[in-house]
């Protein structure tokens, strides 16, 4: 692509961006390489870097945090690692433009593309963790987390739908119900009709949104909004 017509090569461009040369550029090319053409893929590095990851983060919080219960610490670990969060620090190195790869048409596909930027991503950290150790692949971690590492007053807050989910079951009535509506745009990127229907309320509510998950947590929020509101909580 144009934006690395500068650089001699993967190496350089990896450099670059993150700080660091491979010293064996074999793992480089490992872990960039998807299944669909070879059997020297990047999975076994993303399994890798997935537990450095993981424990990077982990370690963070726990030095950062440690008035912070257990629950609060693991939720807050799952909000910074989840694939959602790598896929946008992945696409923001734009890692997915130095995958090898045959017949994927993950341009048109977003979900698929998401996915492959999270899996090359933690095959990036695996593959640096092999060519170096721990220490280093730590530093790259917290740099490349940072935006999502501040330090704040409160962590691991339950998400909109996990506490409407808990509400509803400490007055004893049944759990939220969803369901959802393609009403617009092309498969790879969809607008969608994500409904919510609880039992405390004679009627449903609705939301527009571009994935099933982020229309769900909306959807909810606006429910405990008006639960609030309300004064039944």
Not at 111 to 133: K, M, Q, T
Not at 159 to 173: F, G, H, R, V
Not at 197 to 210: A, D, L, P, R
Request: charged share 25%.
């Amino acid at each position: 692509t144009k934006a690395y017509n500068k650089f001699s090569n993967i190496s350089e461009i990896i450099n670059s961006k993150i700080n660091y040369r491979f010293k064996n550029n074999k793992l480089l090319l490992e872990c960039i390489t998807h299944k669909s053409l070879s059997n020297q893929n990047y999975e076994r590095m993303e399994f890798l870097g997935d537990a450095v990851i993981d424990l990077a983060i982990t370690s963070f919080l726990y030095k950062n945090y440690p008035k912070h219960k257990e629950s609060y610490l693991s939720r807050e670990k799952f909000k910074i690692v989840s694939k959602k969060t790598l896929a946008v620090i992945s696409q923001n190195l734009e890692l997915l433009d130095m995958l090898k790869f045959k017949n994927l048409n993950f341009k048109i596909d977003r979900s698929l593309s998401e996915s492959l930027s999270a899996n090359v991503l933690e095959a990036l950290i695996g593959a640096i963790y092999l060519d170096s150790n721990y220490d280093e692949c730590e530093r790259i971690i917290l740099s490349l987390f940072s935006d999502h590492l501040t330090i704040k007053k409160k962590i691991g807050e339950k998400d909109a739908k996990t506490q409407l989910i808990e509400y509803l079951a400490s007055i004893k009535e049944p759990p939220p119900k969803f369901y959802k509506e393609h009403v617009a745009g092309p498969p790879h990127k969809p607008i969608l009709k994500i409904t919510c229907e609880v039992s405390i309320f004679n009627k449903q509510f609705s939301v527009q949104s571009q994935t099933v998950q982020i229309g769900q947590q909306e959807v909810s929020r606006f429910i405990l909004d008006k639960i609030s509101n309300e004064k039944n909580i």
